[in-house]
Antibody, heavy 119, light 107 residues
Framework: VQLLESGGGLVQPGGSLRLSCTAS????????MSWVRQAPGEGLEWVSS????????FYADSVKGRFTMSRDSSKNSIYLQMNGLRAEDAAKYYC?????????????WGQGTLVTVSS | EIVMTQSPATLSVSPGERATLSCRAS??????LAWYQQKPGQTPRLLIY???TRATGVPARFSGSGSGTEFTLTISSLQSEDFAVYYC?????????FGQGTKVEIK
């Protein structure tokens, strides 16, 4: 199992960024997927999850209405469209495979992509 | 939102000793509790799920117990590679939530 995130970078407050995660080594279309973030020196925070079929989607209150998670099984990829970015969104964003059910733990994680929000 | 509280924040242990980490949920999560290990600069690694089931490849010195609101991760004999931060996570309710972590350091 491999998960490879991309798309991180420096963005100004209020700006947008789209993260991607490409999966390999398993049957992508049968697993729910999630994004989890970690601010520098801080703990883990769940961000969003998406079902194996592309629905439903769930979001943390801190990002609801600003972030949109999607997936494309033809590309074995998930995405996180982040709009209206704030300083508190700065973190390393991990793509994670959900173990079995949509509401579940995370059995494989990518290496993460760093998002910096600063003017 | 279910709040997960881990204690202690830091645990100082000598190699070969036993380490006991606690995780408390603000309401029952049944047995839908996972533990992760994160070493500096590395990705989190799933250790335990279902409160007590070891993930694939996890050494037998790691064990989990508990249900409802009180959970424990025990490392029976600490090895040098076990010094890390450990997080618990509940997956019984949305939003999924993590504890703030327990750092296990060398005494």
């Amino acid at each position: 199992v491999q998960l490879l995130e991309s798309g991180g970078g420096l963005v100004q407050p209020g700006g947008s960024l789209r993260l991607s995660c490409t999966a390999s080594g398993f049957t992508f279309s049968t697993f729910a997927m999630s994004w989890v973030r970690q601010a520098p020196g801080e703990g883990l925070e769940w961000v969003s999850s998406i079902g194996a079929a592309g629905y439903p989607t769930f979001y943390a209150d801190s990002v609801k209405g600003r972030f949109t998670m999607s997936r494309d099984s033809s590309k074995n990829s998930i995405y996180l469209q982040m709009n209206g970015l704030r300083a508190e969104d700065a973190a390393k964003y991990y793509c994670a495979r959900v173990y079995a059910h949509l509401t579940d733990c995370f059995d494989f994680w990518g290496q993460g992509t760093l998002v910096t929000v600063s003017s | 939102e279910i709040v997960m509280t881990q204690s202690p924040a830091t645990l100082s242990v000598s190699p070969g000793e036993r380490a006991t980490l606690s995780c408390r949920a603000s309401q029952s999560v049944s047995s839908k509790l996972a533990w992760y290990q994160q070493k500096p600069g590395q990705t989190p690694r799933l250790l335990i799920y279902g409160a007590s089931t070891r993930a694939t490849g996890v050494p037998a010195r790691f064990s989990g117990s508990g249900s409802g609101t009180e959970f424990t991760l025990t490392i029976s004999s600490l090895q040098s590679e076990d010094f890390a931060v450990y997080y618990c996570q509940q997956y019984n309710n949305w939003p999924l939530t993590f504890g703030q972590g327990t750092k296990v350091e060398i005494k």
